[in-house]
């Protein structure tokens, strides 16, 4: 498959045929909706078959790459998503991602185990390294282990694909790309913030395209301390920073969905024509001023977002 570098080649690549665009997942040849179920919030809510209705309705709209992590509160997450996948024969219909939060290779075969057991699936579409966000990471999942067992796993046929995620800092990222060059996946930040501080869309993207590993974006409406969204603290929509991130040259981005209304309002901008580049350009420099120093991504620079497991896991207290 020919590699895509330009955010013209990937709108290009976009396929509008069904529900909601599709395009190509990297080296995997894999297409997956344009937006995914992001699984972290999908266990925030409540009562359970209210999650299983925003499942079921994300599928039968054509949102069909799903989101997961192993310690999504402590587990929950996964159980609840096996639960709604497991009605109707529905597992079949999803292209499914969860993370592994270890480094070793026992820990991490265990948290494959426990993982396949709540989504109740016999195997995981895309198996990433969850919160690659400290600078040892990526010798750690290596030197320790990690890296052996999802090629067992992967062999085994418990798992598809293999990728990594962090929300940190991209000089991390440029490290975990420069230690294996078949990397299927890489999972990061991207918002207009992103776009003038410390910038993964611009230093991680063009690396990732250049080895035809599958961009997936999170965290499009930000995140500052302790909890400001773009949407809450300047004069943007959601819809307008979600428009921004599917312009991008990247195959699909995470969204966070509490809520029917949600599900409803993200699917539409999925559908939307994207965004030209000199649409793109202002939108930037119409939030410029307030992002430039990260206020609003401070996950990038501070542990206030980093996962419980992570900072145990790394010898730093838990908040």
């Known amino acids: 498959m020919a590699k895509q570098g330009s955010a013209k080649d990937y709108i ?3 396929d509008y045929s069904g529900g909601i665009p599709t395009r190509v997942l990297g080296r995997t040849g894999e297409r997956v909706s344009i937006l995914c179920l992001g699984g972290w919030h999908i266990g925030a809510v409540k ?4 999650a299983f209705r925003i499942m079921h309705a994300a599928i039968d709209e054509g949102l069909t790459f799903f989101d997961n992590a192993w310690d999504y509160h402590d587990g929950y997450s996964e159980e609840v998503m096996g639960k709604g996948l497991a009605m109707d024969g529905l597992r079949k219909k999803v292209f499914l991602m969860t993370k592994n939060c270890e480094r070793d290779y026992a820990g991490s075969m265990k948290n494959l185990e426990d993982s396949l057991r ?5 195997c995981i579409d895309l198996w990433q390294f969850h919160e690659c966000n400290y600078d040892n990471d990526p010798d750690w999942i290596f030197d320790k282990g990690g890296m052996k067992a999802a090629l067992e796993a992967k062999k085994a046929g418990k798992i598809r694909f293999i990728g990594f995620t962090g929300h ?6 440029m490290a975990m790309l420069a230690k294996y060059k078949k990397w299927d996946t890489a999972q990061m930040p991207i918002n207009v ?3 003038v501080f410390r910038s993964f869309q611009n230093e991680v993207v063009p690396e990732c395209h250049a080895h035809n ?3 997936i974006g999170m965290k499009g409406l930000g995140g500052g301390y302790p909890k400001a969204l773009f949407p809450e603290t300047m004069k943007v929509t959601a819809a307008e920073c979600y428009h921004y991130c599917l312009s991008l040259p990247i195959t699909s981005q995470v969204s966070g969905i509490l809520s029917m209304k949600q599900l409803k309002e993200n699917l539409a901008v999925a559908r939307m024509k994207p965004m030209g580049k000199k649409e793109r350009e202002a939108f930037v420099e119409r939030v410029r001023e307030h992002c430039t120093d990260g206020r609003y991504e401070t996950f990038k620079s501070t542990q206030v977002h980093d996962g419980p497991h992570h900072r145990k896991q790394h010898g730093f207290a838990v908040a």
Not at 118 to 122: A, F, S, V
Not at 168 to 173: A, E, L
């Open 12 to 14: 290009k690549d976009t």
């Open 47 to 50: 009562p359970e078959k209210e």
């Open 118 to 122: 709540r989504l109740k699936t016999d």
């Open 168 to 173: 940190k800092d991209p000089r991390i990222h």
């Open 193 to 195: 913030g992103d776009a």
């Open 213 to 215: 590993v599958g961009v």
